[in-house]
């Protein structure tokens, strides 16, 4: 788009409240004994202790008047045996006054949507009350009160949302267990038949009873072998439309989308059913779906995220097109709300979010990567030109809209400022900052990050983000880890440098390391044909524009050419494994997670088309390929000490990937390690193990660097 560039880079004009914040003391005087334990630590400098006291927001909600803002906390808990994370639910005004936590308890909270009348807050938790199933649905009033529980389901809530009129409540719920498959896993005959007996996710919907202090009874509406992914509500109330995928598999969603709608019951129908059930005293046992199912979209595409327009008159759903696009593409289509052609829109990088319609059904605003910001868009229905509702550098999260998409909430973060919660007009961008999160979290001195470009093989532009050691002086060569994200439709963005992941940046820019994050050919944020590639292509083009990168930092004077590292996770492990067979410039790597042989992992993962979708062909149909393109057929090559870490439990990349590459190296005498974090899926889930990571990493790289030299060339840091 002309111009997108200049606009997104305008500096971000956030202005502060008014009154002063009592967010962040409130937050300080109910830190966790671990967070305390950190705070004792050495607030000078970034360790990972430090980095774990940066807490989450998320689940941000605001007000159907743009009055208050609602949004979620989550700390970690480390005290003793704990290892966890507790959220809860804060709320604050428009002005980020009176700050306070809504929830509390030994239960996480989350969730949070206001009632259409704006005198709810309602929320999801698996507090105590009678229902086993898992999370259940709860509200507090506005006005003051203590929260009630308004479902009794025998599953978990997921997706809620309030019916327009406020007199409903649809939701998501898996479906549950069956007497006889209780029993089963009780006397130990709980056998798994894989893909089989799958629990399908379907609607359900509760009416609303202001005046009662007990559960209300959910009514199915959908019932059948499919999987409900999302869903919204026609402006009347009396329909919802929804996508859905043929089962629950990850997999699946690959290969698998349409959307369909449903009629919904008003609240006085849904009294007259469940009287009726009582009446005929149904044997326990999933009641029959009430709802009047047709399709919408069909076809070949995958369709997801229907949006209802406010004038009843159009629904926007993110789609494929007419094929599945396992590679990944999510362009923006609209369609009559009565079934007709739909028309796609356009959008920078075809791979956007639907965030809600503007008051008047005129605009989409739509959230999108932008290269390495993330922003708000509104695109015209009728093909007009996109405007930039939010721009600046740094990345746009966790939107909530007002009911008339006047006002936006949304967090906010930069390389170096941690992420707050904001509001803003939507017409006319003039953020105000409503939180303060951090006011007492210590901020050292940080390595500060610069976008850099350079030109790589076939013309190929490639953008990075370069994290200079804290205390850099301009002419100093420093020891430099290339960071490769993972995907490969991943992207490096302007996010916060400091907060607690399993890599912490701040942390080894603090230990004198500079790093290099590419976005490398098949990165999103710059376009389909980019994100395409590296089809066909995995550990060629994508390498020549990682090692053109750190080329390009040797160049700039910065990168200490003999004292390079590299470390990446998932796709980014991919690319470490393959990179240690073709070159022996790095003196130290670490794989995590990272797939070295296509064929095994094409056999075991949970995504199988999705590697396949970027091969172009089975492995059975071409060995070759997959061999060309796995490490594991280049094992004989490798020389650099190269560190495998890996979740015992991941199936997205089997733990036996990394076993494999382990063994091979250890066969072959290479200097290795296997780092196992058991309990763990396809990366770190608990805070102990997330900040163990980046720990073993730097033990790792100063096992194989000369430490000598690095303390003399780096000691006065």
Known sequence: MPGSRNILSQPFPFRTPRRALALAAILVAAATAGAQTAAAQDDDAWTPALSMRYHAISGTAISPDG??????????????????????????????????????????????????????????????????????????????????????????????????????????MRDPETADEKKAREEKRDVILVDRNYKFSHLYVVAVDPESDEPAEPVRLTAGDFHITGFGWAPGGGRIAFSHQADPRINTARLSGDISTTTVPDAGAIADLLAAREEAEEEEGDPAAVGDVSALVTGAGIENGPVWSPDGAWIAYVSTGDQPEPIGLGDVYVMPAAGSEARRLDTPNRSASVLGWSGDSSELLLLESLATRRHVLAVPVDGGETRFISYGDGVVGSVALTDDASRMAFTWQTTEEPWDVFVSPTNGYAPTRVTDLHADVPRPEMGPTRLVSWTSTEGFEIEGLLTYPVGYE?????????????????????????????????????????????????????????????????????????????????????????????????????????????????????????????????????????????????????????????????IANVVTPTQVIHGAEDLRVPFTQGQEFYRALDRRGIPTEMVVYPRTPHGPREPKFVMDVSERILAWFRKHLDSDAVTAADGDR
Not at 509 to 520: D, K, V
Not at 535 to 557: P, T
């Open 67 to 172: 009055s208050r803002i609602a949004f979620v906390v989550r700390e970690p808990l480390m005290e003793g045996p704990q290892s966890e994370y507790l959220s809860h639910i804060w709320m604050t005004d428009a002005e980020g006054s009176r700050a306070t936590q809504w929830t509390r308890g030994e239960a996480s909270a989350g969730s949070p949507r206001f009632s259409p009348d704006g005198e709810w807050l309602s929320f999801t938790t698996s507090r105590d009350g009678e229902a086993e199933g898992g999370s259940q649905l709860w509200a507090l009033p506005l006005a003051g009160g203590e929260a009630r529980q308004l479902t009794n389901a025998g599953g978990s809530v997921g997706t809620y949302r309030w019916s327009p009129d406020g007199t409903r409540i649809a939701f998501l």
């Open 474 to 634: 301009e002419g100093e060569r420093v020891p430099m880890i290339l960071n490769v994200h993972g995907g490969p439709g991943g992207v490096f963005s302007q996010s916060f440098t400091g907060s607690p992941a399993a890599y912490m940046l701040q942390y080894f820019a603090q230990e004198g390391f500079a790093i290099l994050r590419p976005n490398p050919r098949g990165s999103t944020g710059y376009g389909k044909d980019f994100r395409y590639a590296n089809f066909q292509d995995w550990g060629y083009g994508d390498f020549r524009d990682l090692m053109s990168g750190v080329d390009h930092v040797i160049e700039m004077g910065v990168a200490d050419p003999d004292r390079l590292l590299l470390m990446g996770w998932s796709y980014g492990g991919y690319m470490t494994s393959w990179a240690v067979t073709q070159t022996d410039r790095f003196v130290a790597a670490s794989m995590g997670a990272g797939l070295p042989n296509l064929i095994s992992m094409t056999t075991t993962t949970d995504i199988q088309d999705y590697l396949v979708g970027h091969m172009g062909v089975e492995f059975w149909e071409d060995y070759e390929r997959y061999e060309r393109h796995s490490a594991m057929y280049h």
